[in-house]
């Protein structure tokens, strides 16, 4: 296989397109955030801590911080997307930091001074579909090719 066919394939690999997408919806989120409107009480926005009352969609808990981590995130997915090996890192140990938000959210008093990020309890249930769906990507769509490749 030539260099152009081989850096064709690499580019085209299903777990690089699966991190973009997900990188570009913490991009999104971390811009919806923002925009008073999709974000319900704006003015009751904080920059971290649970005394933030603004809610993203009307359901998500949210902070400038919050917001900020969003689209931090999102940009180290894009970065990290360039590369088969850097995309299956972002969804697997991505998976994994959100599994851990949701553990962190359950152990926490969602009224205490720990709540720094902030969570609700729409948080912690979308944290544990991003950790699991995150992980379970990552680990199919990287088999998917490399099974490929073996009978090949």
Known sequence: MSSTNMNSAVQQHPVRKAAMAVAAVFLLVGVLGF???VTTEYDGMTF?????TAMLLSIFNVSILHNIVHLLFGAVGLVMARTVTGARGFLIGGGVVYLVLWLYGLIIDNDS???FVPLNTADNWLHLLLGVGMIG???ALSRTRDAGRAAG
Request: charged share 5%; aromatic share 0%; no cysteine.
């Open 35 to 37: 925009i008073p409107g």
């Open 48 to 52: 971290a801590g649970h005394e933030s």
């Open 113 to 115: 001074a720990a709540n």
């Open 137 to 139: 990507i990552g680990v």
